[in-house]
């Protein structure tokens, strides 16, 4: 591709998400009002939804821009609920086991946790890119297999497949790291 050309894809992709914005902006901004009853938290989620947009390579090329947008605004309530609900969780475990808590967090259970989640990172990286995608899209996204094989354009069943690879992957490495 030329440079010209590049040029013009993105900035039709730029007009694209121009568009987007003037288009959606304001549904967007009353649906996350609503919601949060919050002015500011509901610019910041409008924000969050165009930035998401923005890092996708096609903005403007989207099937159903509304139902994407709206989804992806849903998406983000929930979270948003998660991480409240986590963090309550969490400050309440702190006022109940008081200091203690604190003290329990070793040195050797920080290095054995890093050691884990760089295990995890590793086995990640070998799998499969599907397989890996559809594992964070579950996991980490926390999409049902029936939205994610929407969203891959695979079916239910081929979901499930990658995901008890994934898992068999995971624990495999896991187990034999720990008989070491």
Sequence with gaps: M???A??????????GLAEITARFARPLRSFFRKRTRNE???DDLVQEVFCRLAAREQPGAMDNA???IFQMAANLLRDRARRYATRTAADRAMEAGGASSFEEISPERVLLGKQRLALLER????LPERTRVIFLLHRFEELKYAEIAGRLEISV????KHMMEAMR???TRFERDEDR
């Design 66 to 68: 509304e139902a994407y």
């Design 169 to 171: 992957q995971i624990k």
């Design 123 to 126: 086995v990640l990286g070998e």
């Design 40 to 42: 500011q938290e509901a």
């Design 157 to 160: 069943s081929s979901v499930e």
């Design 2 to 4: 030329t440079q010209k």
């Design 6 to 15: 590049g040029q013009g894809a993105r900035r039709q992709d730029g007009d």
